[in-house]
Structure formats: C-alpha cells, structure tokens
C-alpha cells in the first residue's frame, strides 16, 4: 500500500458476491479489496480473499487533525511534532480497553495457531494476570482454548452447519417455530438467536407481520424480518460464515446494552443440566440474551433431547419455557417439572 494513502476505516465481517460488509481499517485499490492490520508494530497487508473473516477494530489509527506542539516537562523545550506524537501513542498504548484486547487476541489466533501470555503481556503494556483472565473470559465464550502458557484456536468437531440443519426436520421445526412467534404480542422486544429453528420463527413472525423490536446476531433472521412490520437490529461482531450469524466480544456487549421483553433461543443439546451449544461462540450470546430478557424461551425439537454440547449455556431454572414437538419424558420430564418449566408442545 502506498505510504501517502489512508486506509478508509470500515469493517470487513464477509463478502458476498459484490457485497462487502466491513469492520475494521481496509483500502480500495480498483476493485481488489485489501486488509491491513497490525501485529504488534508491524503492519501487515492481504487479499481479501486469503483471509475473508478478518474481524479487528481501531487496527490502525491516523491523526485527523493537526497535532498541537507540546512542550517537555522538566526543560521547558518546545517538542517537535513527530516526539508529541510518539508520546501521545506510547500514552495510547499504555491504555488498550479490555474490548480491544480481545478482539486482537482473537485476531492473532486467526493467523497463528498459539499465542503466549507473556508476548501479549509486552504488546498491550499490562500484567501477564489481565492476559490470563482475558484468556479465561475467552474460553468461557467458546472462543479460545487455553493452552500452556497461552491459548490457542477453539477446536470445534464435526456439527453440521446452517444449510445442513435447515434442511432436517423441517416439519417439527416449522411446527416449534408458528407456536413461538404467536407468543410475541405487538410492541414487545425480543432477542433472537442464530438458528435453523429460530430462522422457521421469523418466517412465521414475518407471516403474521406482528410489529415488534427484534435484536439478532443472525443475519438470515435480520434479512427475514427487515421488510415486515418489525424493527430489526442486528449485532456487530465477528462473521461466522457457516451460520451467517456474528459472535465475539461485540456482539456481547452489544447485546449487554438492552432490556427486552423476551429472548427467544435455540440449543445443540437439551439435558437434565439444562441447554447446551456446540458452535463456536454462540453459548456465550445465548447467555447473555438469557440475562437481558424478562421471559426466556428455549426452541429445541425432541432429537436433541439427552444430547450435551461443548459449552453449557445455563440451567433449566433460567428458562421461562421450552417449546418444542414433543413432550419429554423420564429423567428429563423431571427435571423440567422440578425447575418449574412450562413445556408448550407445538400442534
């Protein structure tokens, strides 16, 4: 890139066709796309095409206005411009938010396969404790796995993806997702996840065109509902491609930011130990919809009944009600009825 040209700053969360949905710093060179990012001091530049899912805020910072001249402390002498810059940006430095943080431990995993404490505790000036509950906080999401002395990329196993799972049971699917769009009264806020069944849902609210507030990582759920009656807001975050949905430490705190009437969720698996998830990331938003929401729904079809995920999203007492196609039974039907869960059976 060339030294006299700016970056525009936007993000870049996937292309589709000639679409291109951005965060973070990129340039246009004609019509090829080019991410820059740093690592440490160094500056990096790719294809878009070589890595597709970047996902890095405030990678690069520019001055937008003329620095003031400063003056040194103890001798009085006026400092030149290039000397209060490079002490402004040692200020900056010695001050990486917690957010910011993440974001890149999260970006430096997508190029490396480990990372180390004691690296990342030189690059952001702070403790090698602040890296470690970074590390924790990471993990908990289902965002990293800890490893000796640093982390390294969440392994996820075989899981089918979104098209693979939209085409599955689509009847008992179609039947969870008309009895949980009827729950949804006019005017109400609800927080939608990312998935199959969640997506029948939105159809079905779409179809009856019932004015509501959804908030959603789920960019097929924003797509269906965005020219109905509702009023969709959709989260920032890191792009997961195999379920068109963002994840990460946005779209956590994006979601912290509200209170809303339901949550509306979906789950890998359903145990006696309550909902569990197996994709990258989605656990930790279906947490944090749990907390946000005055009645929790959970929409889980009886094939997952008995099944346990990676990362556990809560228990059976932090759900209002399951909806589902068929009534559980033995152990589980216990369960449910100890924590005081309504169970609404799709007709």
Request: include cysteine; hydrophobic fraction near 35%; proline fraction near 3%.
């Amino acid at each position: 890139m060339p030294h006299d040209q700016k970056p525009k700053e936007s993000c870049l969360i996937g292309k589709f066709g000639r679409l291109t949905l951005c965060l973070g710093s990129y340039s246009e060179f004609g019509q090829s796309v080019h991410l820059c990012f740093a690592l440490g001091n160094t500056c990096v530049r790719s294809n878009s095409h070589n890595l597709p899912w970047v996902m890095q805020q405030k990678i690069l910072h520019y001055d937008r206005k003329p620095t003031k001249v400063g003056f040194e402390a103890k001798s009085g002498r006026r400092m030149s411009k290039t000397k209060t810059r490079g002490r402004m940006s040692e200020k900056n430095q010695s001050r990486v938010k917690k957010s910011d943080r993440r974001q890149q431990i999260l970006l430096e995993l997508k190029l490396r396969p480990h990372v180390r404490i004691n690296e990342l505790a030189q690059r952001f000036n702070v403790s090698t404790e602040t890296v470690r509950r970074d590390f924790d906080a990471l993990s908990n999401d289902g965002l990293i796995a800890r490893a000796h002395g640093g982390a390294s990329a969440a392994a996820q196993g075989h899981y089918p993806g979104l098209d693979e799972r939209t085409n599955a049971q689509v009847e008992e699917r179609e039947r969870i997702g008309a009895t949980a769009a009827e729950l949804i009264q006019s005017g109400e806020t609800v927080m939608i996840d990312s998935g199959s069944t969640t997506i029948e849902m939105a159809r079905e609210l779409a179809y009856i065109d019932t004015p509501c507030t959804v908030i959603t990582n789920s960019i097929p759920i924003a797509m269906t509902l965005g020219h109905g009656a509702a009023q969709v807001l959709l989260c920032p975050g890191e792009f997961l491609a195999t379920e068109s949905a963002t994840i990460g430490t946005e779209t956590l705190e994006f979601l912290s930011r509200f209170n809303v009437d339901r949550c509306m969720i979906g789950s890998s698996g359903f145990s006696t130990d309550g909902p569990s998830e197996t994709v990258r990331g989605f656990a930790a938003v279906k947490r944090v919809m749990l907390t946000r929401a005055e009645k929790r729904h959970l929409l889980v079809d009886s094939g997952k009944f008995g099944r346990k995920g990676l990362s556990q999203v809560g228990d059976l007492s932090d759900l209002d009600s399951i909806i589902t196609d068929k009534k559980p039974t033995g152990e589980l039907r216990n369960a449910i009825e100890g924590a005081g869960v309504d169970v609404l059976v799709a007709g």
